[in-house]
């Protein structure tokens, strides 16, 4: 498990820090140096995440998920965050004509997003709050435009039976904060409407034919 706390510990510090460094009013560099900075922590947040996604797949052959853990899904759901922040900044590079900031640009994430998402769907079978997560990130994706991996697809539609049912939320009770927003970090304007709770309200009664979903009873 220690490599996993500190693949967890460099995720949370590139992108947070990327985070800070675009939202930034002042910067003490000039453009270039902003843009060479910027594309090191964008790269080093995408390694970490895929790294940490190996790790996953590791514990899952060895220890299977029959006793979910924190430390585990955690580190899937910010390895999840950052491959929907990553899939989203290239679809914006391609629209611009813009040639890709970091050197790994062409790198296929769908594998690694693959294994983060089937350890929330794994540990959600038995405990709400991962279950809740995978709701939302789900969502984050169709809200942002972002295209899901097909294996993640089919995954959801074979899990409906345990998937999320629109009672849960009723059973819910988090604020887990939605890293691809702005607004989670800190404690300003807005950050509220970031937490899991309130996403998946406002986003209930959204007809979104999503798989996994069961119908209301």
Same mark, same amino acid.
């Given at each position: 498990?220690?490599?996993?706390?500190?693949?967890?510990?460099?995720?949370?510090?590139?992108?947070?820090?990327?985070?800070?460094?675009?939202?930034?009013?002042?910067?003490?560099?000039?453009?270039?140096?902003?843009?060479?900075?910027?594309?090191?922590?964008?790269?080093?947040?995408?390694?970490?995440?895929?790294?940490?996604?190996? @790790? *996953? #797949?590791?514990?899952?052959? &060895?220890?299977?998920?029959?006793?979910?853990?924190? %430390? /585990? =899904?955690?580190? $899937?759901?910010?390895?999840?965050?950052?491959?929907?922040?990553?899939?989203?900044?290239?679809?914006?590079?391609?629209?611009?004509?813009?040639?890709?900031?970091?050197?790994?640009?062409?790198?296929?994430?769908?594998?690694?997003?693959?294994?983060?998402?089937?350890? @929330? *769907? #794994?540990?959600?079978v038995? &405990?709400?709050?991962?279950?809740?997560?995978?709701? %939302? /990130? =789900?969502?984050? $994706?169709v809200?942002?435009?972002?295209?899901?991996?097909?294996?993640?697809?089919?995954?959801?539609?074979?899990?409906?039976?345990?998937?999320?049912?629109?009672?849960?939320l009723?059973?819910?009770?988090?604020?887990?904060?939605?890293?691809?927003?702005?607004?989670?970090?800190?404690?300003?304007?807005?950050?509220?409407?970031?937490?899991?709770?309130?996403?998946?309200?406002?986003?209930?009664?959204?007809?979104?034919?999503?798989?996994?979903?069961?119908?209301?009873?």
């Amino acid at each position: 498990m220690t490599s996993a706390y500190f693949n967890c510990m460099m995720m949370t510090l590139y992108k947070y820090g990327l985070d800070l460094m675009e939202r930034a009013p002042e910067r003490s560099m000039d453009q270039m140096t902003f843009q060479a900075v910027c594309a090191v922590y964008r790269q080093r947040r995408v390694d970490y995440a895929v790294r940490h996604a190996g @790790l *996953l #797949a590791d514990f899952r052959e &060895t220890y299977g998920y029959n006793v979910p853990q924190s %430390m /585990v =899904y955690h580190g $899937a759901v910010l390895s999840l965050f950052i491959f929907l922040q990553e899939l989203q900044a290239r679809a914006q590079d391609q629209e611009r004509h813009e040639h890709p900031a970091i050197e790994n640009a062409s790198q296929d994430l769908d594998p690694a997003f693959e294994e983060s998402f089937r350890c @929330l *769907l #794994a540990c959600g079978v038995q &405990t709400m709050l991962p279950r809740g997560i995978a709701r %939302m /990130v =789900y969502l984050t $994706a169709v809200q942002q435009g972002v295209q899901i991996p097909e294996p993640v697809a089919q995954m959801l539609a074979l899990v409906a039976d345990t998937g999320w049912h629109p009672k849960d939320l009723n059973l819910l009770e988090s604020s887990y904060p939605n890293w691809t927003m702005d607004t989670a970090i800190g404690d300003g304007p807005g950050v509220e409407e970031s937490r899991m709770k309130s996403l998946l309200l406002s986003w209930g009664n959204m007809n979104l034919g999503e798989p996994g979903v069961r119908a209301a009873s």
